[in-house]
């Protein structure tokens, strides 16, 4: 079977500039492979060249150099774009038009009619959320309300590869859930999805693997559990009930000691510091536990860490 996606050196100059234009690399020889009936978080800052490579896949722009394919057919094959869906960072449609209507106008697009135009734009609306207001016009929905329209339409046509473009934008963290959720759905029915996202914490969470970039380049790539180590590297303690005094007193036991409110404190512990025995002696002086949590390299600490690589081997 085919890689569901595949790039080869995928390269994108612009040229910047007004008297003397240079050329200026957003993408530098992306090499990568998704397979099918993964999800695959596509992660980076702010110019990383994200954007750049999805707006590639779709020939929305044309490469400098490489190659890439979907469904091991060159992108911008006619059977290939049937079956499959994009959603942009910021999509816009007619303002007048209601929800209903736009995806009506999508399901035509890829030649359904009648009851099936109808049946698909009840589920897809279903699926994201926005039952209640299929018939509002879409100059009165919010931000968030946008962006479940956008992913209702990249759902329409049951893609086998569908690509999202910063699909938590704007959502409220109800919006987020349900779009994890949805995302979850997809694969399990065997969907490819491949999405950029600044929201490590919804990476961490939904992707079979994710890729890096910085800088233009694919700085890192591979699960999440090859990439961090998930290693223990303490523990916050959360107390109520915590006299000044006796906060002070665990200076020496905590490596540090902050307060958050009047009489709760939050201690930050070594790994090694035996929490279950501390909490017990807090207990007996009278304070209250309120939460212990483990601290753990995240996804977010291994993005940080590859990003300020790129930028100083850059420099």
Request: glycine share 8%; with cysteine; charged share 25%.
């Amino acid at each position: 079977m085919p890689a569901a996606i595949e790039t080869e050196g995928l390269t994108k100059d612009y040229l910047v500039g007004f008297w003397r234009p240079r050329p200026y690399r957003a993408l530098d020889a992306l090499t990568l492979q998704v397979e099918p009936g993964e999800v695959f978080g596509f992660l980076g800052p702010n110019g990383a060249g994200k954007s750049t490579t999805l707006k590639l896949l779709m020939q929305l722009i044309y490469p400098t150099s490489g190659s890439a394919k979907i469904l091991g057919r060159p992108v911008g094959d006619l059977e290939v774009r049937r079956r499959i869906s994009f959603l942009a960072e910021n999509p816009y449609y007619y303002d007048y038009l209601t929800a209903e209507e736009v995806l009506a106008y999508f399901a035509r697009l890829f030649g359904y009619s009648g009851a099936e135009v109808r049946t698909r734009v009840a589920r897809v609306l279903d699926d994201v959320g926005m039952a209640g207001q299929r018939r509002m016009r879409l100059r009165q929905l919010s931000k968030g309300l946008l962006q479940r329209v956008g992913l209702a339409q990249a759902l329409i046509n049951d893609p086998e590869v569908v690509f999202l473009d910063e699909p938590m934008s704007g959502l409220d963290p109800l919006g987020r859930r349900q779009v994890r959720d949805l995302i979850l759905k997809l694969r399990e029915r065997g969907c490819t999805v491949f999405f950029s996202s600044h929201i490590l914490s919804d990476a961490e969470t939904l992707c079979s693997r994710v890729g890096i970039m910085a800088q233009g380049r694919m700085v890192a790539s591979g699960r999440v559990s090859d990439l961090v180590a998930f290693e223990l590297k303490g523990w916050e303690l959360v107390v109520a009930d915590l006299s000044d005094d006796a906060a002070r007193a665990l200076a020496g036991r905590a490596r540090t000691v902050t307060a958050i409110a009047h009489g709760r404190f939050t201690l930050d512990l070594a790994p090694d510091a035996e929490p279950e025995r501390l909490i017990g002696e807090l207990r007996a002086g009278g304070a209250t536990l309120v939460s212990l949590n483990p601290v753990r390299e995240t996804l977010e600490d291994y993005f940080v860490q590859q990003v300020r690589a790129a930028k100083e081997r850059q420099a």
